[in-house]
């Protein structure tokens, strides 16, 4: 890496300043980086259009540096190596303007990039090398539901998701189809995700149960019926996609308002009848899987649930629960009656005023002696409660500062138009202290997913705690950093996919910069 610098940077700039003093013009300038990656000029430029996507000599050059880089590893070649570094060189070629343009920016360049690309080399070497995946493919169902979606007893299966699916890829369909772009944007990544979900589905693993006089059993239902269940739910959201697809263009402003406020009426309703299905209140013992008669019970026992399902049902209650709290405890804060002011201030002050892990210990310890008189709550219920504060806390002084933004002049607008003070809030204030903070609450739902992880230390198997126990297995003893890897990953994944979401709804709504204050 000094070598390079010292060839390529230090010695071009002591010729150019020195050299034809020093060498008596003959050897006027050393080739510089600029003029080695010149070399790649002639290479013509190259756009692949398709329907989905545009491929582009960067995209190209990236692409095949990387299955150079990974090749090289796998059949331990020098040749592959070479043809890798040079895809990368030719990536700098193409930035040579803003990378080399100036004598410290090349060396920052140059040793960014030897650090990058040993960063690339231990990744791929570790990831596809390394690494036994096998403890994820044979544990998948359990990272995703958790380790007891089956009744050891009967073998029926406990967990019943698809009711509670079938919602989803319907309001999934259907918010896609009002964002008014092309069919492929929306068709060809939800057909990747059918094809994994379906991957994840099939090739059950078989088991041999102790149990039942060593019988090979499986640890899920029938995949076929599962599978078919499943794929009946993405085609019923490709179907409401394409129906709400095809009126968008001819629906009016009023129309498209009407129909987004029926779809969060209906996810709202939705998640309730989410978690009823899965935890039903009134519940008694002994009838949470199959009863005595052996037709289904009435719900299924918290502490039943688990893995990134898990994670994601406290995740979303905290969201549209603490979402309603948090606009009650902005406005709250706001008025200037005692009556409202006073316990909003209180509360959003004593829930800041601790870290959520300590308010997570007070919902199992404390939190069961102050309910049980009136509601006896479960463990499931006590976090979904205080993460639902947590999150709404937060939420309300970020929509304080939305509602500060707002124009005085759009009160006296709205006064003037006889509209009443709920009106105002309901109607102008509040939707335009969200479009101002939109990111600002985006990045609290993310920070609200991954604090879900933190339910591990009570001894929940949300997806956390199924990858920090899945090591014990005497098959996969000591490989403790695969299910890790693959759950965090399974996070980024969900706090990406919110991003994107996030930028386009912001691209919808005109916003031009991402703070979310000007309108183009």
Known sequence: MLLLILLFVIIPMLIQRFGTNLLEGKLKKWPDMQAILQLFGRIPQMNFHFSFVTLTNYHLALFFGIIFLYLSHTMSSGILEILSLLSFAYLAHLYQDELFDTFWNSIVTLFSFFIIFNLFSDVIHFVFIETDWNIIWRNRRTLLVGPNFVDPATG?????????????????????GLFGEKKSNFLIPYSILAVICIAFLWQEEEYYSDFRDATVTTRNYDPVDATLLLIGGFALGAFIFLQVHSRYKDAEEYEIKYFQNILVSLAIIAFVATVLILDPPGDEEGDYFWNSEDRLGTGVKPSAWGGLFLNLIFASSAIVV?????????????????????????????????????????????????????????????????LSLFFGCYLSEVLRGGL?????????????????????????????????????????????????????????????????????????????????????????????????????????LGLKHEGGGDVT
């Open 404 to 508: 500060q933004a707002v124009p005085f002049g759009q009160y006296e607008a709205a006064t003037a138009l006889g509209l009443s003070p709920t009106q105002t809030k309901l109607q102008i204030e509040l939707p335009q202290a969200i479009r101002t903070t939109l990111p600002a609450i985006v990045s609290m739902m993310i920070g609200m997913l991954k604090d879900t992880s933190l339910v591990f230390f009570f001894g929940i198997y949300d997806a956390f705690r199924v990858a920090q126990d899945l090591p014990a297995q005497p098959d996969f003893l000591g490989l403790h950093e695969q299910p890790l890897l693959f759950v965090a990953l399974l996070f980024w994944l969900l706090s990406f996919y919110l991003s994107r979401v996030s930028r386009r709804i912001e691209k919808n």
């Open 322 to 386: 603490g979402f309603g709290l948090g606009i009650c405890l902005a406005f709250g804060r706001r008025s200037e009656l005692p009556v409202f002011w006073v316990p909003s201030v209180a509360i959003i002050e004593l829930i800041r005023s601790g870290p959520l892990v300590a308010w997570l210990f007070f919902a199992q310890i404390l939190v069961p002696d102050i309910l049980n008189p009136v509601w006896e709550a479960d463990i499931a219920s006590r976090i979904i409660l205080v």
């Open 156 to 176: 029926h299966e406990i967990w019943r998701l698809w009711p509670p699916f079938y919602f989803l890829m319907a309001i999934i369909g259907a918010a896609y």
